[in-house]
DNA sequence: CCCCTTATATCCAACTCGCGTCTTAGCTAT
DNA sequence: ATAGCTAAGACGCGAGTTGGATATAAGGGG
């Protein structure tokens, strides 16, 4: 019901605050695989609020910048990664979730490959990595672990965790029908590598044969003839990933 | 590459202007359906800039507000609409998306009951009807129409015909693997309502008996037993949506 | 009581998917 | 050189799913 009110009214109801910003930030979820299994980059706060804990990297979201412009200087300027998938996952904007002030932040979802992921990490001394174990089958959804390099179980910083759990939550729901597992190998890659990628994100074994028609099927995948090398047993085919049609 | 930086180099590069906030907003995709299309719930703007262009419900997000809250508030102040779906879609930022000043919003998706939509356009006389016309198949994704009652193509003001147009291929691609259908649907519906709710989002047609089916094996419908009423031929079963087990 | 319309139930063919098995091909050890 | 190991890639079968046509049921209206 939308009327008119009093100027008493109005005044009453006026609060200063009301008109006061939130800042914004955005937060990356830095992940790809070690070993196997998928992996967070965290930085290590060393600063209140919740000094010595990890957090995902961050960074205010300048005036005149664009949310995705704002995520990829993060990715530079944090990561000094290569531009690499980079998606918006979610907003998150609960009022007390930084206790300094009130923060908004846009959380994105960054994929690197193996490779960008282990240089990355050897390269930036503040940068640490986290296993992320996913307790919940298929697409439930609900909390996730991150793990030290040593094992013990990380707290992560204000809802940072929540973060990451959404993150492994979204990657999961799109694998198979959208391209973004992709975004997690080389340029050329075998098809046993590529459902190594899926079984270490959906954390199942899948089924060889019916991986492969599914995948071959998409027509996402372009066979090079080459053969990888290296192998003591017979080595599989290279393909490389066709963009989309 | 993180290394440090002189101070005439970080003195050159310092711009008070980016802490500055970007403004925060919530706009809101008030979908429904009105004769078996989906429509979406516009203001008509008064001022500059866009004036004269309808617009989506939105609203600035308060200092000691959560985003969700927000957008409740929106629901209730600008469409005095009853507590319905309500899922945060996107949020946009780029940098000249409104021309004032640099806004950011973060888009919620609205669902209302054919006759909750209904209900608010005739009671909220700053409401009006905008046809969602939907001219890509499936969930390829892409630009929509929005007609207004006459049939005239409206333009919407700033990115919200993009807006729009990410609700519809969201929806439809949650709509047959999660619950959101139901909010489309009053509490008792048949089969047949079911479907068309899917047909209208879908923008196809649909096998009957399959559709059935599916439904009926998915566990959401709870059988009442009673029939609907007023049919001049055999009335269908009502069924009720059973919340997710 | 018959007819009209739509709900609901059956049935069948095409397709997909999981899964076991067979063949192929490179390396290595003898 | 050759047999044997390992994993890639191909094949085939049975179960389950889906599209689509068809048959039956049930209410109102003539």
Do not use: C
Request: no cysteine; charged share 20%; glycine share 10%.
């Amino acid at each position: 019901m939308i009327q008119a009110e009093s100027e008493a009214a109005f005044l009453a109801r006026y609060d200063p605050a009301d008109y006061a910003r939130p800042a914004l930030t955005v937060d990356l979820v830095l992940l790809g695989l070690q070993g196997g299994q998928p992996a967070v980059l965290l930085v290590k706060r060393a600063e209140h609020p919740h000094a010595g804990r990890h957090a995902l990297p961050g960074g205010f979201v300048g005036i005149g910048e664009a949310l995705d412009d704002a995520a990829g200087r993060v990715l530079r300027e944090k990561a000094g990664a290569p531009p690499a998938h980079l998606e918006q996952l979610y907003t998150f904007g609960a009022v007390n979730r930084d206790p300094r002030m009130r923060i908004v932040t846009v959380a994105y979802l960054a994929l690197l490959t193996e490779a960008a992921f282990t240089e990355v990490l050897a390269r930036t001394p503040a940068l640490q990595p986290g296993r992320v174990a996913v307790p919940w089958a298929g697409e439930a959804g609900g909390p996730v672990t991150v793990l030290s390099a040593g094992g013990e179980v990380l707290t992560l910083a204000f809802d940072h965790a929540e973060i990451v759990a959404l993150a492994m939550l979204r990657l999961r729901g799109k694998l198979d029908y959208s391209e973004v597992g992709f975004a997690l190998l080389p340029d050329l890659f075998t098809l046993r590598q590529l459902q190594d990628v899926h079984e270490a994100i959906l954390g199942t074994p899948l089924n060889k044969p019916a991986f492969r028609r599914r995948m071959l099927d998409r027509g996402w995948l372009e066979p090079t003839g080459r053969l990888e090398t290296g192998t003591s047993y017979r080595p599989a085919e290279l393909f490389r990933f066709r963009k989309g049609d």
